[in-house]
C-alpha cells in the first residue's frame, strides 16, 4: 500500500520541483543512489521499470527506503498498461508515471488514489489525461516534443493544465530557466544527473552535491 496519497505527491512535487529518474538492476547501487539525492534534498524519486525483474529491485528499495528514509515518496515510471501498474502498486508505489496516454491506468490508479502522470505529446491528449483524473501530465520527451515553448503555448489556454516534462532537461540555469519561466509544474531529470560515470565510479559523494547544487540553483531561479 502506498504511504503516501496523491494530494501528497502532487503537493510535493510542485514544493521540490525537480524528479530524479533512475533504473538500475543492482539494487545496491540503487539504494546509494537514493541516499545520496535525498541527501542532496530531493524527496521524490521515479524508478523506472526497464529491466527485466525491475519490480523486485523495486521492491527492495521501496522497502529500504521506508526504514532508511521516511519521507522519501517512491513511485515507478515507464508503465505502459494496467496489469503492470497493478503489480506496482502491490508493491507501495506512491505514483505512477507513463511514457503515453493509456485510459485503462486511469481507474487502477485512481481507485487506490495513486497519483497517476501519462505522458502526452498534444493538446488533445493533455485534455483527455485531465478528463482522465490525471492531475499532472508528463511532457515527453520534452525537448522533441516542442520544448518550454510547447508549455506556454499550451498554458495559455488551459492555464490549469499541470505539466512536468522529462527528456532534455539540463542541469544548467539556461536550461531550467527557460522550463520554469514556461510555467512547468515541474520537471524530470534522469542521466543529465545520475550519469553514467557516476555510476561507473560508484561516486555517490558527487551525486550528493550536484542534487544539492541543483536544488540551490532551482531555488534562485524561482525567487527571480
Same mark, same amino acid.
Given at each position: 500500500m502506498?504511504?503516501f ?10 514544493e521540490? +520541483?525537480?524528479?530524479? &529518474? ?5 539494487? !545496491? ?8 539525492? *535525498?541527501? @542532496? ?22 522497502k ?6 521516511p ?7 515507464s508503465?505502459?498498461?494496467e496489469?503492470t ?18 485510459p ?14 501519462p +505522458?502526452?505529446?498534444? &493538446? ?5 489525461a !485531465? ?7 508528463k511532457? *515527453?520527451p @520534452? ?7 510547447f508549455i ?73
Open positions: 502506498a504511504r496519497n496523491r494530494i501528497e505527491v502532487a503537493l510535493k512535487l510542485k521540490t +520541483g525537480i524528479v530524479p &529518474v533512475f533504473y538500475h538492476p543492482d539494487p !545496491e547501487i540503487g539504494k546509494k543512489v537514493f541516499q545520496a539525492c *535525498y541527501n @542532496g534534498g530531493f524527496r521524490v524519486i521515479e524508478f523506472t521499470n526497464r529491466g527485466d525483474f525491475a519490480h523486485e529491485v523495486f521492491a527492495e528499495l521501496n529500504h527506503a521506508a526504514k532508511t528514509m519521507d522519501l515518496i517512491l513511485g515507478v515510471g508503465i505502459i498498461e496489469v501498474a497493478g503489480l506496482y502498486i502491490q508493491l507501495g508505489t506512491n505514483f505512477v508515471v507513463s511514457p503515453m496516454l493509456n485503462k491506468l486511469a481507474p487502477v490508479c485512481n481507485r487506490r488514489k495513486i497519483l497517476w502522470m +505522458g502526452c505529446g498534444s &493538446v488533445a491528449e493533455i485534455s483527455q !485531465e478528463e482522465l483524473g490525471a492531475e499532472i501530465v511532457i *515527453y @520534452g525537448s522533441q516534443v516542442g520544448g518550454p515553448k506556454s503555448a499550451v498554458k495559455g489556454p488551459m492555464p490549469w493544465s499541470n505539466m512536468m516534462p522529462t527528456g532534455g532537461v539540463e542541469p544548467t540555469e539556461e536550461n531550467l530557466k527557460a522550463w520554469f519561466d514556461s510555467g512547468v509544474y515541474c520537471v524530470g531529470i534522469g542521466s543529465n544527473l545520475i550519469t553514467s560515470e557516476i555510476i561507473k565510479t560508484q561516486n555517490f559523494q558527487k551525486l550528493e552535491e550536484d542534487s544539492k547544487n541543483l536544488l540551490s540553483l532551482l531555488k534562485k531561479i524561482r525567487k527571480t
